[in-house]
């Protein structure tokens, strides 16, 4: 098809310098000028003679800034360590990473929906660098009639964390699924996330019992969480309904590697149904081998009465608290108890 000759007039050096340069207009933008002014030419044309000028084009990511002002830079990876523990402790719970799949990019968001605003807030917080917005829309199965919807803006660095956390199935749909990486970060900060969003605490007189959901992930997968839990002294277990339970002994270990108190008021109570004494409390065989005294003399003296204890029940195991602990140090300076 032959060029129409107006295009080389209209289609000038001078005419991209004013436009495409000084004024940052993308090709869309200067398609819709040169309509107006009755020159219906395609982005395609004015593409090759910007080209044949010598002019050097933007790429996706910076044209997109062009219209965008809220966008972020495409070429630039945020992927510092802080950040990849907060995805994972993000996606430990119930959040999620949505991709898409364009022509020049693949990039992802990051998603969550969530009750409580504040929480919501908190979780966006650790992801200021992708932009996170925060809505609210209507939801009846929540006892507010809202839900919180964060997500963040599109970027290269999450499609990356995408294929980590959801990998390849073979399956009929060919449907990725989230599923437990192998080098997920377990730190203070990811299991916070995780216990605020997914954990469960519940009292039941003087049990307390400690739940992290893990419905979603595979069996060996949990067991896999389960084994990097221990390694930082929390004993736990995967359950009959695939959740990981914490065992009596693991729920101190638990709370003094995530902190004894929530960093937000609307989960005080995963932090307050706690008893005080489940991380002071000491077990006899505890006590016996940090002093170095002998496991039956110890029980003499409590049954003499000579050395008080904490007991959930009146027959219950004996426990010793920081009152209990002063007293045995007295008596092992008097020589009594050896």
Same mark, same amino acid.
């Given at each position: +098809?032959?060029?129409?000759?107006?295009? @080389?007039?209209?289609? @000038?050096?001078?005419?991209?310098? #004013?436009?495409?340069?000084?004024?940052? +207009?993308?090709?869309?933008?200067?398609?819709?000028?040169?309509?107006?002014?009755?020159?219906?030419?395609?982005?395609?044309?004015?593409?090759?003679?910007?080209?044949?000028?010598?002019?050097?084009?933007?790429?996706?990511?910076?044209?997109?800034?062009?219209?965008?002002?809220?966008?972020?830079?495409?070429?630039?990876?945020?992927?510092?360590?802080?950040?990849? %523990?907060?995805?994972?402790?993000?996606? *430990?719970?119930?959040?999620?990473?949505?991709?898409?799949?364009?022509?020049?990019? #693949?990039?992802?968001?990051?998603?969550?929906?969530?009750?409580?605003?504040?929480?919501? %807030?908190?979780?966006?917080?650790?992801?200021?660098?992708?932009?996170?917005?925060?809505?609210?829309?209507?939801?009846?199965? +929540?006892?507010?009639?809202?839900? +919180?919807?964060?997500?963040?803006?599109?970027?290269?660095?999450?499609?990356?964390?995408?294929?980590?956390?959801?990998?390849?199935?073979?399956?009929?749909?060919?449907?990725?699924?989230?599923?437990?990486?192998?080098?997920?970060?377990?730190?203070?900060?990811?299991?916070?996330?995780?216990?605020?969003?997914?954990?469960?605490?519940?009292?039941?007189?003087?049990?307390?019992?400690?739940?992290?959901?893990?419905?979603?992930?595979?069996?060996?997968?949990?067991?896999?969480?389960?084994?990097?839990?221990?390694?930082?002294?929390?004993?736990?277990?995967?359950?009959?309904?695939?959740?990981? *339970?914490?065992?009596?002994?693991?729920?101190?270990?638990?709370?003094?590697?995530?902190?004894?108190?929530?960093?937000?008021?609307?989960?005080?109570?995963?932090?307050?149904?706690?008893?005080?004494?489940?991380? #002071?409390?000491?077990?006899?065989?505890?006590?016996?081998?940090?002093?170095?005294?002998?496991?039956?003399?110890?029980?003499?003296?409590?049954?003499?009465?000579?050395?008080?204890?904490?007991?959930?029940?009146?027959?219950?195991?004996?426990?010793?608290?920081? #009152?209990?602990?002063?007293?045995?140090?007295?008596?092992?300076? @008097?020589?009594?108890?050896?």
């Amino acid at each position: +098809m032959r060029e129409q000759p107006h295009y @080389t007039n209209i289609l @000038t050096k001078e005419f991209f310098l #004013e436009y495409y340069y000084k004024k940052r +207009m993308s090709f869309p933008k200067i398609r819709e000028l040169l309509m107006k002014r009755g020159y219906p030419i395609g982005m395609g044309t004015i593409y090759k003679y910007c080209k044949r000028l010598g002019f050097k084009t933007r790429n996706s990511s910076e044209a997109r800034r062009e219209w965008d002002k809220n966008c972020i830079d495409y070429d630039i990876s945020h992927l510092t360590e802080s950040i990849l %523990e907060a995805i994972d402790g993000f996606l *430990l719970g119930d959040g999620c990473i949505h991709p898409y799949k364009g022509k020049y990019f #693949e990039v992802g968001r990051l998603g969550c929906g969530v009750e409580h605003k504040e929480f919501c %807030e908190y979780l966006m917080s650790f992801f200021q660098v992708y932009n996170p917005i925060i809505k609210s829309y209507k939801h009846k199965k +929540m006892k507010s009639g809202q839900v +919180m919807s964060g997500r963040s803006k599109h970027h290269p660095d999450l499609y990356k964390q995408y294929l980590r956390w959801y990998p390849e199935e073979s399956n009929k749909s060919n449907k990725r699924v989230k599923q437990l990486p192998e080098d997920v970060r377990i730190t203070p900060i990811s299991v916070m996330m995780w216990y605020l969003g997914d954990g469960c605490a519940s009292c039941n007189n003087n049990s307390v019992s400690i739940k992290l959901s893990t419905d979603g992930f595979k069996p060996e997968k949990v067991e896999f969480l389960v084994n990097k839990l221990k390694e930082k002294n929390i004993l736990c277990y995967r359950n009959n309904s695939n959740r990981i *339970l914490l065992r009596a002994k693991g729920i101190p270990a638990f709370f003094n590697f995530i902190g004894r108190k929530s960093p937000i008021s609307c989960y005080n109570y995963k932090f307050d149904r706690i008893p005080i004494w489940r991380f #002071e409390a000491k077990r006899m065989k505890e006590i016996a081998n940090e002093f170095n005294l002998d496991y039956n003399r110890l029980c003499y003296f409590i049954k003499i009465k000579k050395l008080s204890c904490y007991r959930l029940s009146e027959k219950g195991r004996p426990r010793f608290l920081s #009152e209990h602990i002063e007293k045995i140090k007295e008596l092992i300076k @008097t020589g009594e108890l050896f």
